[in-house]
């Protein structure tokens, strides 16, 4: 099916069954050989919204399967000749999605901070941006609990992670 999406035109009956593919695909790697066919099949924006629906309310497995195949949805910046400006195809396509990707930082943050599931915390952690400027300010010490729930976790992988996000984006002190 994810083979056949590549090829061109697909029923819009497969949407579901191939978004279900990425999110239980437990490989982080191989996700992206579901991910990327449906995202060119379907859109970037339609994936990352079932993508928000299952980190939203799904189960454990549903929520950490999200946050796996979500980091194949973004939309890449590319630059113009060996610059540091973006050509204006791939700010447009970036900006397209700039009110998913805040919707993702809200709901990963909290989907940390209130599930106790060790695999969502680990999935959800490395694309969760650290830095509290990025929340409004009634979701900020939610930034500073999830930095708390990492360092005293009793997972290494999670007191490792936590420790590399803070160092690019220290949280500020209250």
């Known amino acids: 099916m ?6 061109g035109p697909v029923p819009d009956d497969w949407f579901g069954p191939l978004i279900r593919a990425a999110v239980y695909e437990p490989d982080p790697s191989l996700n992206r050989q579901l991910v990327d066919p449906v995202r060119n099949a379907f859109g970037r924006r339609r994936v990352q919204l079932a993508l928000l629906d299952y980190l939203e309310a799904g189960s454990g497995a549903d929520a950490a399967g999200a946050a796996r195949a979500w980091y194949w949805t973004s939309a890449p910046l590319s630059y113009v000749g ?5 050509t ?3 700010l447009a396509e970036y900006e397209a999605v700039a009110d998913l990707r805040q919707r993702y930082r809200h709901t990963a ?11 969502v915390r680990r999935c959800i952690l490395p694309g969760l941006p650290l830095d509290p400027q990025l929340y409004p300010e009634d979701m900020r010490d939610l930034v500073a609990r999830a930095v708390e729930i990492a360092r005293t976790s009793d997972d290494e992988y999670l007191k490792h992670r936590v ?8 949280p500020v002190p209250r």
Request: net charge negative; aromatic share 4%.
């Open 2 to 7: 994810a083979r056949r999406a590549e090829e």
């Open 82 to 86: 060996g610059s540091t400006t973006p």
């Open 88 to 90: 204006p195809e791939s």
């Open 109 to 119: 943050l909290r989907r940390f901070v209130t599930d106790n599931d060790l695999d």
């Open 163 to 170: 420790e590399i996000q803070v160092a690019v984006h220290p």
